[in-house]
Nanobody, 124 residues
């Protein structure tokens, strides 16, 4: 059974930073591509970032590229999302997800396991 648990969300002013963490329980963490998605009220879930199992392939949503950084520590079964220069439009519930694939998927339906999410609120 694979379980994902996010932490690190909160309330921050525009221009501030937050670091989200996602810890995965279960075997073979290094074989999963790990993604971050977000969903704001009334909007569809949106891809944010993804990192391959070995950390060599990374992709971002264009609007966060240069502000957000995804990373992982396979010794700790953890993936991180460093978010800098936050904007009010980044406000959403952020969830991490695991995909049993060697590629870096951006589509939510390609992910096999999901966490419950953590709320990020950016005030103007």
């Amino acid at each position: 059974q694979v379980q994902l648990a996010e932490s690190g969300g909160g309330l921050v002013q525009a221009g501030g930073s937050l670091r989200l963490s996602c810890v995965v329980s279960g075997p073979a963490f290094s074989t999963y591509a790990m993604g971050w998605f977000r969903q704001a009220p009334g909007k569809e879930r949106e891809f944010v970032a993804v990192i391959s199992g070995n950390g060599e392939s990374i992709d971002y949503l264009d609007s966060v590229r240069g502000r957000f950084t995804i990373s992982r520590d396979n010794t700790k079964n953890a993936v991180y999302l460093q978010m800098n220069s936050l904007k009010p439009e980044d406000t959403a519930r952020y969830s991490c997800a695991a995909a049993t694939t060697t590629i870096v998927p951006v589509l939510a339906q390609m992910y096999d396991y999901w966490g419950q999410g953590t709320q990020v609120t950016v005030s103007a």
